[in-house]
């Protein structure tokens, strides 16, 4: 996969040999470089086979010997458009830990794990490889990384501002205000008492991603503590990065978002029916026990007059 800014920008499966490119303006960059991005996509399709055989290895030195071993490797660059200055970096990981790391500096392996030692050892010898792999990050990424920048300039740089909503499981639980739907990700969301920031009683949240690339993020209040009087001294506030008014929401009860009421209701239909259903059944028996005891008060007339001799009949 490859981001830029923290979006997607195209994506190869193993099984295909087509990228994924879902916005238009990085489509119309790889017609515009279609010769350095067949060379690029090419390098894509045949590195896996080398990820795979890396991956064996990786796990043969560490001793995985269960489960299904996993390789990462991230490959990538930051530029900075005022200096000018280029970071490149390249980083491996092992079954989600760190494993093992380029320096770009001195050519050579940097272990972040003591089972890649020996990896390290046979990596800094190839001095041809790592070669190759310091103009990768020093010069094909940053060159890339600039020419997607200026395709995508309108859509990396705009500014969305989110839906902003307070929300409550229940009347004692802490209050959260919701942000979903903004970009970039560079944003801020506290909440302030007269004005003035707090981080008592407070718990903030991380940027979380969307799946159309916009982000939320929340942050809590602790309200138990805090009088129905005082709740207008208290307001949550959203700010985006380059944007100079943020989004200011007040805390009021009947502005929070709640499950709880619906929750009271549902459990009120069920017990109203719970309740006309007994009396039903409680009808039910007691006509049930009014039948049984006309029953048998007819089957004992009937056997007490059985048992009385008749007037007319003369008993010696």
């Given amino acids: 996969m490859g981001t830029l800014q923290g979006v997607l920008v195209y994506s190869i499966d193993i099984n295909a040999t087509t990228p994924k490119v879902p916005h238009d303006w990085m489509r119309e960059l790889i017609k515009d470089n279609a010769e350095q991005w067949g060379a690029f996509r090419e390098i894509l399709l045949a590195y896996r086979h080398i990820l795979k055989a890396e991956t064996g290895r990786f796990n043969q030195d560490s001793g995985q010997t269960e489960g299904a071993p996993i390789i990462q490797q991230i490959i990538g660059c930051d530029w900075d458009n005022e200096t000018d200055k280029v970071n490149g970096y390249m980083k491996y990981g092992n079954n989600g830990e760190d494993f093992i790391t380029f320096d770009r500096d001195t050519k050579t392996w940097i272990t972040?794990?003591?089972?890649?030692?020996?990896?390290?050892?046979?990596?800094?010898?190839?001095?041809?490889?790592?070669?190759?792999?310091?103009?990768?990050?020093?010069?094909?990424?940053?060159?890339?990384?600039?020419?997607?920048?200026?395709?995508?300039?309108?859509?990396?740089?705009?500014?969305?501002?989110?839906?902003?909503?307070?929300?409550?499981?229940?009347?004692?639980?802490?209050?959260?205000c919701h942000a979903t739907g903004f970009y970039p990700e560079s944003a801020l969301i506290f909440w302030r008492r007269d004005g003035e920031e707090i981080h008592e009683g407070v718990d903030l949240g991380n940027i979380l991603p969307n799946h159309d690339e916009s982000?939320?993020?929340?942050?809590?209040?602790?309200?138990?503590?805090?009088?129905?009087?005082?709740?207008?001294r208290y307001d949550c506030v959203f700010?985006?990065?380059?944007?100079?008014?943020?989004?200011?929401?007040?805390?009021?009860?009947?502005?929070?978002?709640?499950?709880?009421?619906?929750?009271?209701?549902?459990?009120?239909?069920?017990?109203?029916?719970?309740?006309?259903?007994?009396?039903?059944?409680i009808v039910i028996i007691a006509a049930a026990l009014g039948s049984i005891a006309i029953k048998k008060k007819n089957d004992r007339d009937i056997l007490e007059r059985s048992s009385t001799p008749p007037s007319d009949t003369i008993s010696l």
Wanted: glycine share 2%; hydrophobic share 40%.
């Fill in 239 to 281: 700010q985006l990065s380059g944007v100079q008014n943020g989004i200011v929401t007040e805390l009021k009860k009947d502005a929070i978002k709640t499950n709880f009421r619906k929750k009271l209701d549902t459990l009120s239909v069920v017990s109203i029916a719970v309740i006309a259903t007994m009396a039903v059944v």
């Fill in 112 to 176: 972040l794990d003591a089972q890649a030692a020996a990896i390290k050892k046979e990596w800094d010898q190839n001095e041809a490889r790592n070669a190759d792999w310091e103009v990768i990050i020093t010069t094909e990424c940053p060159t890339w990384l600039k020419i997607s920048l200026t395709n995508g300039k309108s859509y990396l740089t705009r500014k969305d501002l989110p839906s902003v909503s307070l929300l409550q499981r229940t009347p004692s639980s802490p209050v959260t």
């Fill in 215 to 232: 982000f939320q993020m929340s942050v809590d209040l602790e309200v138990s503590s805090i009088s129905p009087e005082d709740w207008r």
